[in-house]
């Protein structure tokens, strides 16, 4: 059966790494998170003391950026892959909120996205995969069979990150969350380079009041559209 290309972009916290994760599973393709990519990037910036609330030294970053490896490895007690920045495991450190303040400026940076977009044209040379991204759609796989934009209100996407965070332990206000989101929104929309936008051919899913289990047959169903065009 032919295998297609699937791009999923959309605002933060819009779950949009959790549903490419079920999609992913559910029909045994890849999934790469382009987004713990640009956050693994964002904390060797922050390692180095080369970006903090007062600077941002990206002449710096740039030169370094061949020092720069991150890879995927699947840990099969938690079904899914977890991100490595040169050989260590950080998939817990870039999810705090911390990384989250500083990542939309770090992926603003024109090198640090040819970079990973380069490496994510070779992950998806032979489709059978799940995207999700900011600019999947629209820069990485312009050609994509099924390009979806995930979408839902600053207070729901806050909410949802916040509990996340609250059941890991973080001590944070909601408020905190609530301004992150906005802050990242503004930065991501209206970036020069690869700006968030949605794509012409992007199936809009607001999923504000949608359970995980309506949204994911909802996106399942197109997908199986899709390919029932193809084959």
């Not at 817990?92 to 303040?101: A, F, G, H, N």
Request: aromatic share 8%.
């Amino acid at each position: 059966m032919q295998k297609i290309t699937i791009a999923i972009d959309g605002f933060s916290s819009t779950g949009k790494s959790t549903v490419a994760k079920q999609l992913a599973k559910h029909l045994g393709y890849i999934y790469v998170d382009s987004g713990a990519m640009y956050r693994a990037v964002t904390l060797f910036t922050m390692q180095n003391g080369w970006i903090d609330k007062d600077h941002f030294d990206v002449v710096t970053l740039v030169c370094n950026l061949s020092k720069v490896d991150i890879s995927f490895k699947f840990n099969p007690d938690l079904g899914f892959a977890e991100v490595y920045l040169n050989g260590k495991n950080v998939e817990k450190q870039i999810r705090t909120l911390e990384v989250s303040s500083y990542v939309s400026k770090v992926a603003a940076i024109p090198e640090v996205r040819y970079q990973l977009v380069k490496q994510q044209h070779q992950m998806g040379k032979d489709k059978g995969v799940v995207m999700d991204g900011r600019d999947i759609g629209t820069v990485v796989f312009p050609n994509a069979e099924l390009k979806l934009f995930m979408t839902a209100s600053a207070e729901t996407r806050a909410q949802r990150r916040y509990e996340e965070l609250i059941e890991r332990g973080d001590n944070i206000t909601f408020e905190d969350v609530l301004k992150n989101v906005r802050e990242r929104d503004y930065i991501d929309s209206n970036r020069e380079n690869s700006p968030l936008v949605k794509a012409k051919d992007a199936i809009e899913i607001d999923n504000s009041n949608l359970t995980l289990d309506q949204q994911f047959e909802k996106i399942l169903n197109l997908v199986n559209t899709r390919l029932d065009n193809l084959n």
